[in-house]
């Protein structure tokens, strides 16, 4: 049975692609049949992200204008490339990692483009056309789910949303089975309208404090000099993990927040990622739950699938 996973935030900035990119991957490397969806059109990011130009776009396929396979890029050869756990132990391990897939449908960032589905009419016509256009739009979206599941065997289907509450954000919600709204921390004045889309939702919060400041129990920074740097090969933490006062710090303000929202926006907190200065200051972050297996943000999104699909299988 297909998961339709969809990544949303009240405001931009919340790292909600990092972790969307890094989650599908290691997903992927996992065994799965993944597909990673950027539906926000407002200011796509994933072509950034993964260095690709793809033959075509989602907007392409939306129109009308693309079949499924021509939007598609596989990137199952850039999961393999770039886990630097591969060895034999963790393949015993995952005995279905050499069966996973990863592909990635990109949003075209033009202008034009933007403006175009925004819209719902590539030329001129008074509201009734937008109206009817965009109801065509919404039919061609529920289709690619739907050939993703019964064409491509899919495990997983993962949205990055536009963030707030737009009409493309609205409709990949009302798509998706289950909603992580990605929240970063003093961003917190959200609005219980996040909840009514028939998706189960939980709480996502990301760059929690208490990690990136000095280790108390030796007096050294936690990020190495190196580790701020412009050449994101340098890209490590030190293993020690945060000391016994900041896990309590984590802990309470996770219990904070929790008491705080959980009754005023009817959702639970499913991981509570905290602020790693590496990933939050490095020149461009790049599939750390690979590259870096070892480091606590990768540690931190592997529990997140974890609890993910603890919660998915309570719901079957």
Same mark, same amino acid.
């Given at each position: 049975?297909? !998961?339709? /996973?969809?990544?949303?935030?009240?405001?931009?900035?919340?790292?909600?692609?990092?972790?969307?990119? !890094?989650?599908?991957?290691?997903?992927?490397?996992?065994?799965? *049949?993944?597909?990673?969806?950027?539906?926000?059109?407002?200011?796509?990011?994933?072509?950034?992200?993964?260095?690709?130009?793809?033959?075509?776009?989602?907007?392409?396929?939306?129109?009308?204008?693309?079949?499924?396979?021509?939007?598609?890029?596989?990137?199952?050869? &850039?999961?393999?490339?770039?886990?630097? !756990?591969?060895?034999?132990?963790?393949?015993?391990?995952?005995?279905?990692?050499?069966?996973?897939?990863?592909?990635?449908?990109?949003?075209?960032? %033009?202008?034009? #483009?933007?403006?175009?589905?925004?819209?719902?009419?590539?030329?001129?016509?008074?509201?009734?056309?937008?109206?009817?256009? %965009?109801?065509?739009?919404?039919?061609?979206?529920?289709?690619?789910?739907?050939?993703?599941?019964?064409?491509?065997?899919?495990?997983?289907? /993962?949205?990055?949303?536009?963030?707030?509450?737009?009409?493309?954000?609205?409709?990949?919600?009302?798509?998706?089975?289950?909603?992580?709204?990605?929240?970063?921390?003093?961003?917190?004045?959200?609005?219980? $309208?996040?909840?009514?889309?028939?998706?189960?939702?939980?709480?996502?919060?990301?760059?929690?404090?208490?990690?990136?400041?000095?280790?108390?129990?030796?007096?050294?920074?936690?990020?190495?000099?190196?580790?701020? $740097?412009?050449?994101?090969? &340098?890209? *490590?933490?030190?293993?020690?993990?945060?000391?016994?006062?900041? =896990?309590?710090?984590?802990? =309470? &303000?996770?219990?904070?927040?929790?008491?705080?929202?959980?009754? #005023?926006?009817?959702?639970?907190?499913?991981?509570?990622?905290?602020?790693?200065?590496?990933?939050?200051? &490095?020149?461009? #972050?790049?599939?750390?739950?690979?590259?870096?297996?070892? *480091?606590?943000?990768? +540690? =931190?999104?592997?529990?997140?699938?974890?609890?993910?699909?603890?919660?998915?299988?309570? +719901?079957?």
């Amino acid at each position: 049975m297909a !998961n339709c /996973i969809a990544f949303h935030s009240y405001k931009g900035g919340t790292g909600k692609t990092t972790i969307a990119a !890094n989650f599908a991957a290691s997903l992927a490397n996992r065994g799965y *049949h993944v597909f990673l969806l950027d539906l926000d059109i407002y200011a796509p990011s994933l072509q950034s992200y993964f260095e690709k130009e793809p033959k075509k776009w989602i907007n392409d396929f939306l129109y009308s204008n693309a079949e499924l396979e021509e939007v598609l890029t596989d990137l199952t050869p &850039t999961v393999i490339e770039n886990n630097k !756990n591969n060895s034999e132990n963790n393949r015993k391990k995952n005995k279905k990692s050499n069966n996973g897939k990863l592909w990635v449908a990109f949003s075209n960032s %033009k202008k034009e #483009e933007i403006y175009k589905l925004e819209g719902g009419t590539s030329g001129g016509g008074g509201a009734g056309r937008q109206d009817t256009s %965009k109801i065509q739009l919404l039919r061609r979206f529920i289709l690619l789910r739907e050939q993703l599941i019964s064409q491509y065997d899919a495990d997983y289907i /993962i949205i990055d949303t536009s963030p707030g509450i737009r009409y493309w954000s609205i409709n990949a919600l009302a798509v998706a089975d289950t909603l992580f709204l990605t929240l970063k921390m003093g961003d917190l004045d959200i609005e219980g $309208s996040f909840t009514k889309f028939g998706a189960k939702s939980y709480l996502l919060l990301n760059r929690v404090a208490g990690y990136c400041v000095p280790n108390i129990r030796d007096e050294t920074p936690m990020v190495s000099p190196a580790t701020v $740097s412009n050449d994101d090969s &340098t890209l *490590h933490l030190r293993n020690n993990g945060p000391s016994g006062l900041m =896990q309590l710090q984590q802990e =309470q &303000t996770k219990k904070d927040v929790k008491n705080m929202l959980s009754d #005023e926006v009817g959702m639970n907190i499913i991981s509570a990622i905290p602020c790693y200065c590496d990933i939050q200051f &490095t020149r461009k #972050e790049f599939l750390t739950v690979l590259r870096y297996p070892d *480091h606590p943000f990768a +540690k =931190q999104v592997e529990q997140l699938i974890e609890s993910m699909q603890g919660v998915l299988q309570t +719901k079957v």
